[in-house]
């Protein structure tokens, strides 16, 4: 039995601007204290980077709770990411940043709130088991597409073949939450962040590291989240 939810604003509602601000403003908390621990050990960080992990961090956290201004912070942060991707020359999770999660937003901000039956409120579900087959094939081919793409392209793209798997998954990952399917936050918890965890320790990006440890943290409350109200929607 589909679950059919009310319609709601295009903008969000009243309770969607609240946590949005409340999110922003947690954000810059955590975000501020970050740069205070990273400058004391020595460390600078960018505007730019600052500024991606605080719409970054708003973005997830209104994840969690379906809140469609979560689109809206995922927007900005993608492009502020993307930039500085590009400047590090980490050349295909940038290019994912401008190609595929700005317009996939986009779409997921009308989905999220027409996609579901009459044009009201997309409901969660889950993926059945062809739909898991369907989606790692998917993966696969995103994966070695990317690779075959960015070797043409780039002579030298630092660390391909781990880059390219973590793009693969975001890619996978940001489809299923498009779509509103609890097991996104499977592939957001390990295939993404704790991929992209270890690749900017590796890479010397400790601000990026605490995001994704951070996006880790969140990815594992938002299952419990929908998977409760993917529950009492559906008996």
Request: net charge neutral.
């Amino acid at each position: 039995m589909t679950t059919i939810r009310s319609r709601i604003p295009l903008f969000g509602t009243r309770e969607d601007w609240s946590e949005t601000v409340v999110s922003i403003l947690g954000a810059l908390g955590v975000t501020f204290l970050y740069v205070f621990v990273a400058e004391q050990l020595g460390t600078t960080t960018s505007w730019l980077e600052i500024w991606s992990l605080v719409f970054s961090f708003s973005c997830v956290w209104l994840s969690r709770s379906e809140n469609i201004f979560s689109m809206h912070a995922g927007i900005i942060a993608s492009v502020l990411t993307g930039v500085f991707l590009f400047r590090i020359d980490v050349v295909a999770q940038a290019w994912l940043q401008f190609l595929f999660f700005v317009p996939i937003q986009l779409y997921g901000w009308w989905h999220w709130c027409r996609g579901g039956e009459a044009r009201t409120e997309l409901a969660i579900t889950k993926l059945t088991r062809k739909g898991w087959v369907k989606w790692l094939i998917i993966y696969c081919l995103i994966w070695l597409t990317c690779m075959w793409v960015f070797s043409i392209v780039y002579s030298q793209p630092q660390y391909l073949l781990w880059d390219t798997s973590i793009v693969g998954a975001s890619v996978l990952a940001q489809m299923l939450m498009t779509l509103k399917k609890i097991e996104s936050w499977f592939i957001w918890i390990i295939p993404v962040n704790v991929s992209s965890a270890a690749f900017f320790v590796v890479t010397d990006v400790p601000a990026f590291v605490l995001m994704y440890v951070v996006f880790l943290v969140n990815a594992s409350l938002a299952y419990r989240n929908w998977l409760l109200t993917f529950e009492r929607e559906n008996g």
